[in-house]
């Protein structure tokens, strides 16, 4: 009686093991790739180096290639009439959507964070005197309004699907974090551009009354540079052929 | 004998059937079945020098599990992290004991030259 009992009480304990056993080695073999807390500190030190070099060679890749890609293009429309029309029209769409740098007369404008003191720190809230992102916004918009044809800021090329959002201290711009001082360069018709800012009750007449310094120089020669990422649309598929001007 | 092979076989299916756990709760579990290993050989151990007692055996097995993952999660919120060291006392132990085992079977089943 005593043999059977035990015998059940270790087949018993065989069961939890086993179940145990299985259970744990299902969960780590499903989350292996996430496995970082059982990683040490250099292991994930040793990986991010790794991948920081790798990056940094497909991006030297990548530049080398497009370099390629345009020299093609270049000898393609020296010798073909039609092919130098459809890379007229390539050159100009590649400007609308950021992908190539753009020189041309423009402005500058430089912002910065107030140095004002805030009189009264409780009644007025501190977060006046820092610039926002819904300030860069109406910039940003301003000058789309008066004609701007590439906005950048911060050497971030605004793209139709650029983000400019907050975060934290910072504003994020195409995923990029960017800080104060926030230059925004933008090629259109100087006088047009420097106008729509300034005038009386405009963007910065508000941001001026919290003390935020805004600074604008018209250029001749402004290059605005071409938006570094990648492309990938996941969603969004070309409806149908039309020319694109 | 048998009994424990089906026993560890229903186990192992039932766990292919079972949703995994979730990943954050993996280091308690891993602690409790070191914990658990440990009692299978501690008992085995102490059947082979014949003080085996079921109640121990049992209680130990549940408890041990139950308090390794307790200590793992108190290191964690004092912020001592424990799980290594106890990680470590559960393989010295279970070595030790891996031990008493080994040389029973040597003694036993093959003869001094």
């Given at each position: 009686m005593k043999r059977k009992d035990a015998q059940f009480t270790i087949a018993f304990v065989c069961l939890v093991l086993s179940f145990m056993l299985t259970l744990q080695f299902k969960t780590i073999r499903k989350n292996s790739e996430l496995?970082?807390?059982?990683?040490?500190a250099s292991d994930l030190q040793q990986e991010l180096n790794n991948l920081k070099d790798k990056y940094d060679d497909v991006s030297k890749k990548l530049s080398k290639t497009e370099d390629k890609v345009n020299e093609y293009q270049e000898a393609a429309s020296q010798s073909n009439k039609s092919i130098n029309v459809i890379k007229k029209d390539l050159d100009e769409a590649g400007i609308l959507a950021g992908l190539s740098t753009v020189k041309g007369p423009g402005v500058t404008v430089t912002l910065k964070d107030s140095t004002?003191?805030?009189?009264?720190p409780g009644t007025i809230d501190?977060?006046?005197y820092v610039i926002h992102d819904s300030d860069m916004l109406l910039v940003i918009n301003e000058l789309r309004d008066a004609g701007a044809e590439a906005i950048s800021l911060n050497d971030q090329r605004i793209l139709a699907t650029s983000e400019v959002r907050c975060a934290g201290t910072v504003i994020s711009v195409n995923n990029t974090k960017v800080a104060a001082p926030f230059v925004v360069k933008a090629i259109g018709n100087p006088d047009y551009l420097e106008s729509s800012l300034v005038f009386r009750g405009g963007a910065i007449d508000t941001l001026k009354y919290w003390g935020i310094e805004v600074n604008i120089k018209k250029d001749n020669n402004l290059i605005v540079p071409k938006y570094d990422g990648a492309i990938n649309f996941k969603y969004a598929t070309p409806a149908k052929w039309a020319s694109l001007m | 004998m048998i009994v424990s092979i089906i026993a560890i076989g229903i186990g192992i299916i039932a766990a292919i059937y079972m949703p995994a756990i979730p990943f954050i709760y993996s280091k308690y579990t891993a602690v409790a079945i070191m914990a658990s290993l440990d009692s299978v050989f501690g008992g085995i151990s102490s059947n082979i020098q014949g003080k085996f007692n079921m109640g121990i055996f049992l209680s130990g097995f549940f408890t041990n599990a139950l308090l390794a993952a307790a200590l793992t999660l108190l290191g964690e919120r004092l912020g001592a992290d424990m799980f290594i060291a106890i990680i470590f006392v559960f393989a010295n132990r279970i070595f030790i004991n891996f031990a008493i085992i080994r040389r029973y079977i040597l003694s036993k089943f093959i003869t001094k030259v």
């Open positions: 496995n970082l807390e059982l990683k040490r004002l003191k805030n009189p009264m501190e977060n006046q | -």
